[in-house]
């Protein structure tokens, strides 16, 4: 078993920054993939970024990409989000998922996080 608990989330102006972290515990040499999801109220959960487990693979959404980057430590057992330039558009759940392949689908991710919310006022 796998346990994800995110932390980072919170309040911060249109072009302002934040830095999401997600850390991993149990069997975390299954974690082959990890991703960030989101979601906002009334919409559907999106792809923010995947990244596989060395890291050299990383996947984003269209809304997203040249903002976010995402990375990994595995011998601290934590993924990061680097949001920046954020705007109210992306005010949302921000969860993490991983799983025992990449991919950018939330099909393909086996644990997930409790999310952590993210508002961007502008």
């Known amino acids: 078993q796998v346990q994800l608990v995110e932390s980072g989330g919170g309040s911060v102006q249109a072009g302002g920054s934040l830095r999401l972290s997600c850390a991993a515990a149990g069997h975390t040499f299954t974690l082959v993939g990890m991703g960030w999801f989101r979601q906002a109220p009334g919409k559907e959960r999106e792809l923010v970024a995947a990244i596989n487990w060395s890291g050299t693979l990383t996947s984003y959404g269209d809304s997203v990409k040249g903002r976010f980057t995402i990375s990994r430590d595995n011998a601290k057992n934590i993924m990061w989000l680097q949001m920046s330039d954020l705007k109210p558009e992306d005010t949302a759940v921000y969860s993490c998922?991983?799983?025992?392949?990449?991919?950018?689908?939330?099909?393909?991710?086996?644990?997930w996080g409790q999310g952590t919310q993210v508002t961007v006022s502008s």
């Open positions: 998922a991983g799983g025992p392949t990449f991919s950018t689908t939330s099909s393909g991710y086996r644990y």
